[in-house]
């Protein structure tokens, strides 16, 4: 399902009984340990790979490429993993705490003039997922599966973001993808938190100007997706401050901020991993009455507590973000994970994602990591489990507080959701974005929903949006029909238009009767 079929927003799904054993699990008493175990079993067996290292090599420094044309790649097709036209390789990251370097994978306006289009920056989530699998999985130039001879091929996508924009994908924080640290320290001797991405990301802007200036038209985009609801509203914010400072990069000022499926407001969005569970819109009930209940009465209140305990600096102890994490994942999830079901996609069941390891296994090439100069000393993996247990304690940290200032100040922000995703779901999503204290706040909650409608006359989507003020950003919420935790996977073409319009309509996704 690649964008040609729209979902109806009030579809009901027939889906198989759940077992016994799944639909009973809320009446049968389970300690926090034996709840906690099956998710973090879940998670490190499908999400959080972990990643080799190699530290006995090294490579040059200050390798880089740095030109804009096919001269730069070993193949310009598909099948080679790279588009017709683009570059990637390494940034040394000044001033950095260690010899950081991050891999980039970038590929220019396909439909465009280079010098036209705006850039946008890519951040996958995990955390510690390498952003070539959305390059590669999502809304890069190609597309990775399987043949039918079982090898990882790619193909052109033709719903690409390249397409629309000028976009780079960054493998960060050091130790995801070929993202990694040249003195050979090992990741498990370093510790992740949203500022230092957001500082190493604000470098990288720095170093890409110096040697990239005519790759954009001046303005940049930040979207991340998943726990990229952490990234793009920190380096978002750091880049406006930058701004304000008057130290950002110049010639290249902030216009838009996105977010796909993320985890910005854990306090807010976890209330809804039950109610998701229990009713959605596709009429599945992956979990009984009695386990609703038991998780809404019983463990959503102190769930809550935790979360505040660990965004209150009066009551914060080194403690309190990990055992909220604990606490909250162990309860609340228990029993979606328990019926079975994709915790990225409420349809299905299992959580085996054959494309991630196709991706995995292609990028591993020699032709392939030769065309991307992939020079690094390491294996390459989808994710790494070490960086996503570095940043534990920044997992129920809030980042929605990040964006009021910027929205006020002109920069627009979108914050879209694949429909069929549990694990940060469009209910919770919607929900912090309505809560969210802004200049906007009464325009947005009083908002009509409107369909997002494509060319065809489909409605591939729902949502609201809201701009007050001259010179004020806008508010875009974007709820996507039929889609996973991976919208632009299974809806590239909704997505591509989403983009456009982004940035087209000054923040605005959706086609308003004043516009027609």
């Not at 998780?295 to 935790?306: F, G, Q, R, W, Y």
């Not at 019926?339 to 032709?367: L, P, T």
Request: include cysteine; charge should be negative.
């Amino acid at each position: 399902m690649y964008g040609s079929t729209a979902a109806n927003k009030d579809s009901k799904t027939n889906v198989p009984n759940l077992s016994s054993s799944a639909t009973t699990a809320a009446s049968t008493k389970i300690s926090p340990t034996k709840r906690l175990i099956p998710l973090l079993i879940l998670l490190s067996s499908i999400l959080f790979i972990s990643i080799k290292r190699n530290t006995g090599q090294s490579i040059e420094p200050n390798r880089l490429n740095d030109k804009f044309d096919s001269q730069t790649l070993a193949s310009s097709s598909c099948d080679a993993g790279l588009p017709h036209e683009g570059i990637s390789g390494y940034f040394d990251l000044p001033n950095s705490s260690t010899s950081t370097r991050y891999f980039y994978y970038f590929s220019s306006a396909s439909d465009k003039q280079m010098k036209d289009a705006p850039l946008v920056l890519w951040m996958s989530g995990g955390p510690g997922c390498s952003s070539l699998l959305a390059a590669m999985m999502e809304n890069g130039p190609c597309r990775v599966s399987r043949d039918e001879e079982g090898r990882a091929r790619a193909t052109t996508n033709a719903f690409g973001w390249n397409g629309e924009a000028n976009v780079v994908w960054v493998d960060q924080p050091s130790g995801v993808g070929f993202s990694y640290d040249a003195s050979g320290k090992e990741e498990e001797d370093m510790m992740f938190s949203h500022d230092q991405v957001a500082e190493n990301m604000l470098a990288f802007f720095h170093r890409w100007q110096e040697r990239f200036p005519e790759s954009h038209n001046g303005e940049l985009y930040i979207f991340a997706e998943s726990f990229g609801g952490h990234y793009a509203p920190a380096v978002g914010r750091r880049y406006f401050d930058a701004e304000k400072a008057g130290n950002a990069p110049p010639n290249l000022k902030l216009r838009g901020i996105g977010v796909g499926n993320g985890l910005t407001n854990p306090k807010v969005q976890y209330k809804y991993t039950a109610k998701f569970a229990y009713e959605n819109t596709y009429g599945i009930q992956a979990i009984s009455k009695a386990e609703y209940k038991n998780v809404t009465e019983n463990h959503l209140p102190t769930c809550e507590k935790k979360i505040e305990h660990c965004n209150d600096a009066k009551d914060f102890s080194v403690t309190s973000c990990s055992d909220a994490f604990t606490y909250c994942n162990s309860f609340l999830y228990a029993g979606y994970v328990q019926s079975g079901r994709n915790i990225y996609d409420i349809r299905k069941f299992g959580n085996f994602d054959d494309d991630m390891h196709a991706v995995s296994e292609f990028v591993s090439q020699d032709r392939v990591r030769e065309a991307l100069d992939a020079v690094a000393p390491v294996t390459f993996e989808a994710c790494n489990m070490d960086v996503y247990m570095k940043f534990l304690d920044d997992w129920m940290k809030e980042y929605d507080e990040a964006l009021p200032a910027m929205l006020n100040e002109g920069v627009n922000i979108l914050i879209y959701a694949g429909d069929a995703d549990f694990i940060c779901n469009w209910m919770g999503n919607l929900a912090w974005v309505e809560e969210m204290e802004w200049a906007g706040k009464d325009a947005f909650g009083t908002a009509e929903e409107i369909d997002f409608v494509l060319a065809d006359g489909k409605a591939y989507g729902a949502g609201k949006s809201a701009k007050v003020g001259k010179g004020g950003g806008t508010l875009s919420f974007l709820r996507i029909f039929g889609a996973s935790h991976m919208a632009p996977r299974d809806q590239p073409e909704a997505t591509r238009a989403m983009l456009n319009r982004f940035m087209q309509q000054d923040g605005e996704v959706f086609i308003k009767p004043h516009m027609v």
